[in-house]
């Protein structure tokens, strides 16, 4: 069964700071890779997504991606006590009836 | 409004009891998830279906089934309730079940007492 790991377990990063979130899955299958912010208390919400190689900006954040080793990065600029969250890292794996993986996040505190 | 609705919000009930969690989505989605998430366990898929199809069971215990009377319902029926059920339960849909992201409810949160 597919695993993603996602590193740090948890990560500070002072308000105005670069917050730099690790994501890689086991599966040399893999395809899509999603990155979903979950606030505490509410359900998750699809971030951003990459399914190419390369690197895919959206205002403050940028994701990475690298089918080789099959890691993917997402990248906080400019971080704000408003992206204080849980983030999630969820893979793709086209078998024809696909589920899809979660990791078990990166808790990001941003410290005024 | 809320796109894909989730009933209750809160329940509790007692070990070796029965409920049922709805979900409705009003987004025109084919497919249609369940996810598990507890304080013990990350995010865990549970059930997709698509067209009302059963298309991947992720849950070792047939003490979960899910029940989808129309394309836009996908409910999920839980018997004999144990402690360990307790999470919140996220329903989910897709426009198709080919990688595209799903989109998640705001779940439902069960504690078994």
């Known amino acids: 069964q597919q695993k993603v790991q996602q590193s740090p377990e948890s990560l500070i990063v002072p308000e105005g700071g670069m917050a730099s979130l690790n994501c890689t899955s086991s599966?040399?299958?893999?395809?899509y890779f999603w990155w979903y912010r979950q606030h505490s208390g509410k359900s998750p919400k699809m971030l951003m997504?990459?399914?190419?190689?390369g690197e895919k900006e959206e205002g403050r954040f940028t994701v990475h991606l690298n089918k080789a080793s099959l890691h993917t990065s997402l990248h906080i600029r400019d971080s704000q006590p408003s992206d204080s969250a849980l983030y999630l890292c969820?893979?793709?794996?086209?078998?024809?009836?696909?589920?899809?993986?979660f990791g078990a996040g990166t808790k990001l505190t941003i410290k005024p | 409004d809320p796109k894909i609705i989730q009933k209750p919000k809160y329940l509790v009930a007692v070990t070796g009891s029965e409920k049922i969690l709805i979900c409705e989505q009003y987004?025109?989605?084919?497919?249609m998830y369940w996810y598990r998430q507890s304080a013990k366990k990350p995010l865990e898929f549970m059930f997709s279906?698509?067209?009302?199809?059963?298309?991947d069971n992720q849950t070792a215990s047939s003490r979960f089934q899910p029940q989808s009377s129309k394309k836009n319902h996908l409910d999920l029926q839980i018997t004999a309730l144990k402690p360990d059920d307790s999470a919140t339960y996220f329903c989910?849909?897709?426009?198709?079940?080919?990688?595209?992201?799903?989109?998640f409810g705001e779940g439902t949160r069960l504690s078994v007492l």
């Open positions: 989910a849909s897709s426009g198709d079940i080919n990688n595209q992201a799903p989109l």
């Open positions: 279906y698509s067209y009302q199809k059963l298309m």
């Open positions: 969820a893979a793709s794996i086209n078998y024809g009836n696909e589920k899809i993986t």
């Open positions: 997504s990459i399914f190419s190689n």
């Open positions: 599966d040399r299958n893999v395809d």
């Open positions: 987004l025109g989605h084919n497919a």
